[in-house]
């Protein structure tokens, strides 16, 4: 029999890494909240039409299409088995899978409001955190199955929402304690930019180039922009446009000079100040910094767009977004305009992890263990302990009767910081020894007191 395994880009997690995730989940939880934000949860795998042709050529490699087994129809069976087949044997074949894995939770959450737009009450913000898929090589931080915790706003224009997703993402990480730097710019001004090369046709191949320049260096997007048909001139416009560098005002005031009177592009630097302008007013705006060369690749993103760096980490983006004015359109439901964040947590574990961010008490779930000293004091332990519980203060009893050092090792090793010991003595008398393992502080305490003495 050969070892367990696990697929590749996939992971367990032992109790403490859960409490780590767990802490990350709650406070990003309760800043969704504070902001008016409702919970929504989607099925883990989505129709293969709802998902395919909504991520752009390179998005669509990455998602993980799941076999048809012939439950929907028992006839298809054969069908199915011999279509697995010819795969299996690198032949052609008829499709053979209708449903994939979800890729992210923005498609999934278009086509929610898509098919329930007239139940729901506009401007709908919703958040989501559940697990996502990916078929991509796994790396330092880059998983095939990771979360993502996402807050959205669907059916309103107003750059409002932008500020506030701003807002959202300075306030999380500031309860996280990691500084960050927001990556900001508009799809508006890489549409603008690809009219000055040339046309509006050349925008795809212009933000997929451009996406790959952290990855792969100028010289090659340049290749990649040759390629695509770019002349050298075009190609001369992008390099300026990539060199555009200094303070986010002088950024600006470059970019108004290369892009000239070019209307969207005139539109993207005007959303761009407005959001700017905001946040000075805020004091968040020293976290925002304007990127002409951040362009996600994504093709539904039509306005602002953002993208999360941790300062002083070995780590991509852990967090990403953007208006996306017509998703809904390619569901059938057009004029809903949206916009949405994302969190990337494996991503913000890792880097919390690196830079030794998380509270020490996270780790620790049980605040007392009762010793098991015998039948009769197990019984009046476990009393106690009902007791204690019933005043949500979480504890446990040693299951056997076992030597001192054992259940001491025990508690050691689960970061337990009290220990009640009822002996036989104690019994007759009706009280406990508690000890902090932290201090070392040891008290006796009758049994009527215990409650309140950890209340």
């Known amino acids: 029999m050969s070892k367990p395994s696990l697929p590749q880009g996939t992971r367990d997690f032992n109790a403490a890494t859960v409490q780590k995730r767990q802490y990350i989940f709650q406070t990003i939880r309760s800043v969704f909240e504070t ?18 042709g909504k991520y752009g050529e390179e998005g ?8 048809n087994n012939g439950l929907d129809n028992p006839t298809k069976t054969e069908q199915v088995q011999a279509g697995f087949e010819k795969i299996t044997q690198g032949k052609s074949s008829t499709a053979i899978t209708e449903r994939a894995l979800r890729y992210d939770l923005t498609i999934p959450f278009a086509r929610f409001v898509a098919m329930n737009h007239g139940a729901l009450t ?19 931080g880059r998983y095939r199955e990771f979360y993502q915790c996402d807050a959205d706003i669907v059916g309103s224009e107003s750059l409002l929402n932008e500020v506030d997703l701003i807002a959202i993402y300075v306030t999380a990480f500031e309860k996280l304690q990691l500084p960050v730097e927001i990556k900001i710019n508009n799809r508006k001004i890489l549409l603008g930019l690809a009219q000055v090369c040339g046309g509006e046709d050349k925008m795809i191949d212009l933000t997929i180039a451009i996406d790959k320049l952290d990855k792969i ?10 390629n695509k048909g770019f002349s050298e001139q075009q190609q001369d416009i992008v390099a300026q446009y990539l060199n555009i560098s200094g303070t986010n005002i002088e950024k600006i005031n470059q970019l108004k000079t290369l892009l000239g009177d070019n209307e969207n592009g005139q539109k993207g630097i005007e959303e761009l ?23 996600r690749g994504l093709n539904y993103y039509t306005g602002l767009i953002f993208e999360v760096k941790a300062l002083d980490a070995q780590m991509g983006s852990i967090g990403g977004g953007g208006r996306y004015n017509d998703l809904t359109s390619l569901f ?4 809903i305009p949206g916009v949405g964040i994302s969190f990337g947590v494996d991503r913000i574990y890792d880097v919390l992890e690196e830079k030794q961010l998380f509270p020490a008490t996270i780790e620790s779930t049980t605040q007392v263990l009762f010793f098991n000293l015998g039948e009769a004091e197990s ?20 299951p056997e009767k076992s030597k001192f050092d054992k259940q001491f090792k025990y508690a050691e090793k689960k970061n337990i910081q009290n220990i009640v010991i009822i002996g036989s003595e104690e ?28 209340s």
């Open 122 to 140: 506009f401007p709908y913000k919703r958040y989501q955190i559940q697990p996502v898929w990916r078929a991509d090589r796994p790396q330092k």
């Open 332 to 335: 059938g439901v057009p004029n």
């Open 273 to 295: 100040n407005f959001v700017l302008d905001y946040h000075e007013a805020t004091g968040m705006a020293k976290h925002l910094v304007a990127d002409f060369t951040l362009a």
């Open 217 to 226: 260096g100028w010289e090659k997007v340049k290749e990649e922009l040759n």
């Open 427 to 454: 019994l007759a008398q009706q009280q406990c020894t508690v000890k902090n393992l932290n201090t070392g502080n040891q008290s006796t305490i009758a049994f009527e007191a215990l409650a309140n003495f950890f």
């Open 379 to 398: 019984k009046a332990a476990y009393l106690q302990m009902t007791a204690l519980r019933n005043k949500k203060i979480a504890c446990e009893i040693y």
């Open 60 to 67: 669509d490699k990455l998602i993980f299409k799941i076999l």
């Open 35 to 52: 902001f008016g934000f409702q919970p929504l949860e989607t099925p883990a795998m989505e129709n293969l039409d709802t998902l395919m």
